[in-house]
């Protein structure tokens, strides 16, 4: 059950990282690849969610192995990563939180509007710091490579 | 290192023509400030009797100057309105490698920049057709089911159509967002009502998901972390504002329809 469930999440993942992929004009032979970061991206977050309940560290390792996917695959296919880090961050934008901070808002709930509103912005964030980690990480790592060599 | 030079005045004006159209392409179609500055520096520096190379971005604007001989050169070029285009970003990363490396005549490399902002991947349809499946796919991950997936679908396709043909007009980013996250909600409440769709909030959450601003939150943090505070802020507020635009679209919708009025 778990696993399929698993499954079904990443499945759900690919094919939204493949629609945005489209959406924002990727080239046609990094579709697939970008996919597959964007599924598994969504499908940590989606384990560390249910493991430890926060949104923020789940949104920050899926954007971390987007960002380590994407400074691979921009090696192996010769495109630059932002082709395929930016599908693949897309399904961990805090969406919802907008909408559920703007749902409480309108119905005058302003402490709810305030925690989801500020859990919204630190998800932004760890987007962000995951995806800049991620680049100086494999950076060091090339760095050291060449040293050993 | 390579030997290619720049022979007179005319040359030098071309170059610094061609390097501002690549970086203005970059910018146009979503590239960080910090690519569109590293390629332009690139291009210019890798012929040997450029000097002193500078760029300069913002999210509205490129700026650029180099000296060749005894002559500076400075020019800028305002840009407007930025829509996402990775292959774009692609292409001209590529063809400015070949440029460094290779001895492309400059009028070559204005042709190639043009062919590139002319290319086109993707039709209008091709995107709608896959937008609102990626939006209808967030619904599920949201946890919607399969009648607000089908919904989410309807709603988005309908929505992106529509806001295809907004943008002939030119309107700012701010009313194009308001305008489609009020209809994105628009639909979904419409959708729940003839009893399509079952949860409201899944169904509008996936639809809005085409317009929420995260890719440029992303990279405005990312410029303000590595330095480009300038571009930073600018892209963060324009971020911000889109973000504020469609939460008022959305909050419109929603307020109306717990008031009573759509239903």
Known sequence: MNFLDHAYQLILGFFAAVGFAVYFSAPLESI????????????????????????IIGTFLGAFLAGILGEFLAIKLKKPAT?????????????????????????REYLQAAIIGSETLFMASAIAIGVIVSTIFSRSLRHFRKMGN | MNHFKIKDNDEA???MKLAL????????????????????????????NIHNVNSFVTQTGVFLTFEHEDKTYVNF???RGTAMNLKRIHLVNQFSRD???KNISIDEGLNIIQDINNTKSF???????????????????FGGNLRDFIASYLVSFLTVLLLNITTEFKLTFFIENFLGAFLASLFSCITVVIGLGANLDKIIIGSIMHLVPGVPITNAIRDLMSGDSLTGLSKGMEAIFSA??????????LSLYMGGIIR
Request: glycine letters at 10%.
């Open chain 2, 123 to 141: 039709t209008r349809l091709d995107k709608a057709v896959f937008g609102a499946a990626a939006c209808a796919f967030f619904t599920l991950m």
């Open chain 1, 83 to 107: 082709v395929f880090i930016i599908p693949g961050i897309i399904a961990l934008v805090p969406g919802a939180g907008m909408y559920y901070t703007m749902f409480y808002l309108v119905q």
């Open chain 2, 13 to 15: 004006k071309k170059l």
């Open chain 1, 32 to 55: 697939f690849a970008s996919g597959v970061a964007g599924g598994l991206a969504w499908l940590v977050y989606y384990v560390i969610l249910k493991m430890t309940g926060n949104k």
């Open chain 2, 244 to 253: 504020v635009a469609i939460a008022f679209g959305v909050g419109i919708v």
């Open chain 2, 77 to 79: 070029r305002r840009v």
């Open chain 2, 99 to 101: 440029f460094v490396f």
């Open chain 2, 21 to 48: 159209s690549a970086g203005e392409t970059l910018l146009k179609n979503g590239a960080e400030a910090y690519r569109v500055e590293d390629t332009m520096e690139r291009m210019c520096s890798s012929r040997e």
